[in-house]
């Protein structure tokens, strides 16, 4: 059973990762907390002091490479990471009348949940790999199982996520590390509020926090959860391409695009 006591969390101010935050607070846990929004940090911060944790919040946006490599490279030699929960995400996608993404929010995504996913993980791998110790979580999603027709960028972002996820763990274990990806179904977040879709299985941040935590403490190469979307999900892409797509275009689904953009 590992028990991490330094834990550095991207997108804590919200939603799954806010609820992690909150499963690792306890005394003796020393937590540091990526998010942009300062009042919703603050909340986080303030809420996880409460339960006796020691915090640093950090005030970063992932998608800048130059302040996530010199503030991680601080606090990780102030204080080893012993796991980094690459989290910070966004979404965007196609309302029912659209056809295509614009390219703006295809790019400003990739930004987030590519970029940002490498900005916050490789500051911390040749560290990591010299001290032959330390957990790497990347959230994934059940999206990134196979390419569907209202989310196309996510789609592709979630994809890449989980193949270098994958690569990683062949490469770095060898080395004392551990990798792990959590493929997450629909959690109740402002993320999963802002889609109009059917949203089977749905669950709270908080359980979903339990899961991951659990799954992380057992060394778990993949948390992927609720099963029976993952076997679904799995599954389904064994089907002929083309009857996929078909039934995936009866669903109705209206993911709207993100007003974020490369800066
Ligand atoms: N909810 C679901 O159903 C679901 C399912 C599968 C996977 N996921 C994944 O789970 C992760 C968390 O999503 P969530 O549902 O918890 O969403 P959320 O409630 O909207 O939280 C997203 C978090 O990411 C942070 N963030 C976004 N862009 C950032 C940036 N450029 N720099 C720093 N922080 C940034 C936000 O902080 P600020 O607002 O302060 O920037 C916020 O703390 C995402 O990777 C998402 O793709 C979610």
Redesign the pocket.
Same mark, same amino acid.
């Given at each position: 059973m590992r028990r991490p006591r330094s834990i550095l969390i991207? #997108?804590?101010?919200?939603?799954? #990762?806010?609820a992690l935050a909150l499963a690792y607070a306890e005394p003796g846990n020393r937590l540091k907390l990526?998010?942009?929004?300062e009042t919703?940090?603050a909340e986080t911060v303030a809420a996880l002091r409460a339960k006796g944790a020691d915090v640093v919040p950090m005030r970063?946006?992932?998608?800048d490479r130059e302040a996530m490599s010199v503030a991680i490279a601080a606090v990780d030699k102030d204080d080893p990471i012993d796991l980094v929960i690459a989290?910070?995400?966004?979404?965007t996608g196609l309302a029912p009348h659209q056809d295509i993404e614009a390219p703006e929010a295809v790019r400003a995504l990739l930004a987030?949940?590519l970029f #940002?996913v490498l900005n916050t993980v490789e500051p911390l791998l040749e560290p990591m790999r010299a001290r032959g110790t330390g957990q790497i979580a990347f959230?994934?999603?059940?999206?990134g199982l196979r390419g569907l027709p209202y989310s196309p960028a996510?789609c592709m972002s979630?994809a890449a996520v989980h193949a270098y996820a994958d690569s990683l763990r062949g490469r770095l274990e060898p080395h004392g590390l551990t990798i792990c990806l959590a493929i997450?179904?629909?959690?109740?977040?402002?993320?999963?509020d802002s889609i109009t879709a059917m949203k089977p299985f749905?669950i709270s941040?908080t359980a979903a926090a339990k899961i991951i935590k659990d799954g992380l403490a057992a060394g778990k190469a993949t948390i992927a959860f609720p099963w029976l979307l993952y076997v679904a999900a799995s599954l389904g892409r064994f089907l002929p391409a083309r009857l996929y797509d078909r039934i995936m275009a009866r669903i109705e689904a209206n993911v709207p695009e993100t007003n974020?953009r490369v800066r």
């Open positions: 991207t #997108g804590a101010s919200s939603g799954i #990762g806010r990526v998010g942009r929004d919703r940090l970063l946006d992932v998608r989290n910070a995400g966004i979404t987030t949940n #940002g959230i994934g999603s059940m999206a996510y979630k997450v179904g629909f959690v109740k977040t402002p993320l999963n749905e941040d974020e």
